[in-house]
Nanobody
Framework: QVRLVESGGGLVQAGGSLRLSCAAS????????IGWFRQAPGKEREFVAA???????YYADSVKGRFTITRDNAKNTVYLQMNSLRPEDTADYYC????????????????WGQGTQVTVSS
């Protein structure tokens, strides 16, 4: 069992930055892949980024070059640094965990946090 808690969301102007955190509790956090997803109002939840236990990283094309995912296993935390934010990045952001390799499908993740809201104003 893994419990995930997101933080760091907020309101920012276009071009600004935010850093989201995903703090995990539970056994063997270091072996889990952690993914970030987002869901805008009226849209399906979509993949943003993921990092495996050994540092294998994937990004959605829409955030490549702007977002950076990192993990600190000593702190049981994964971070999502978001730079050059755009209004279209506005969404609820969720972190999720899976014991498998990184995948982009929502169904591939076993545990989910409650989400943190990000609003980017134009």
């Amino acid at each position: 069992q893994v419990r995930l808690v997101e933080s760091g969301g907020g309101l920012v102007q276009a071009g600004g930055s935010l850093r989201l955190s995903c703090a995990a509790s539970g056994r063997a956090f270091s072996i889990y892949t952690i993914g970030w997803f987002r869901q805008a109002p009226g849209k399906e939840r979509e993949f943003v980024a993921a990092i495996s236990w050994n540092g294998e990283i994937y990004y959605a094309d829409s955030v490549k070059g702007r977002f950076t995912i990192t993990r600190d296993n000593a702190k049981n935390t994964v971070y999502l640094q978001m730079n050059s934010l755009r209004p279209e990045d506005t969404a609820d952001y969720y972190c999720a965990a899976t014991p498998r390799r990184p995948v982009v499908e929502v169904s591939g993740y076993n545990y989910w946090g409650q989400g943190t809201q990000v609003t980017v104003s134009s």
